[in-house]
């Protein structure tokens, strides 16, 4: 165990580094930025949005609008877990051409091992990802079809359990998994870098982390 971890130390460190800058970003923004603004991110102004807009669709009936939101928002993200189906299917199919492709790829990797079994793990930790997206993609999708059936139910009927509250509740819940899977296609950046060398899939970590600071904040009112 120790001779695997001297011998892929610059592979290993650049994993951990990358990983943990996009983690401790995550963590500082959610622990620590959202709480002393609650509307500091995106997503906290789009889930307040889906609240009042279900709210008005509830009370007013506007059936036909509300059905044409969701059909969007569930063909995006079909279109995106279809996608990730085929990301893998092609990560897989680069695994039958690993020694000729490692090598290829490795001779960029000046910090990093390039023994391709390390090849497959990459890829292995690639495919991984994908299936993340895949399956937040998908649970999306079952989210957003149960949020279609509760938006039917007037307001005025009182129901003890699906109340305004509680359908949006459901549909910020699909827009959560929504917002996982694209957090994943995000770490395929880095990912995809790690296959080049470890010292490229730090630097893309750096620039993921900027490009994510700048998308997450909400702008100001007079942006």
Known sequence: MLTLITAYHGELLGFVLSFGM?????????????????HYTVQAIQAEARRHWVESVMRDKRDIMAVQTLRNSTMAATFLA????????????MSEHGGDMAHAL???????????????LKL?????????????FTLAIRKFNH???????????????????????????????????????????????????????????????FVLHRLDRAPDSGD
Do not use: C, K
């Open 22 to 38: 996009i983690a401790a970003y995550h963590l500082y923004l959610h622990w620590y930025l959202m709480r002393h603004d609650p």
């Open 82 to 93: 279809s996608t990730a189906v085929l990301l893998i299917m092609g990560t897989l199919s």
């Open 106 to 120: 490795h001779a960029l990797n000046i910090l990093g091992a390039v023994d391709p079994s390390l090849w497959l």
């Open 124 to 136: 292995l930790a690639l495919v991984i990802d994908l299936f993340v997206a895949f399956f937040a």
């Open 147 to 209: 949020v279609g059936y509760l938006l039917n139910i007037p307001a005025e009927l009182h129901h003890p359990i699906i109340t305004p509250q509680y359908v949006a509740d459901y549909l910020n819940r699909a827009a959560r998994y929504y917002s996982t899977g694209m957090r994943a296609y995000y770490f395929t950046v880095p990912l995809l870098f790690w296959l080049f060398g470890p010292h490229l899939m730090v630097l893309s970590s750096l620039v993921l982390v």
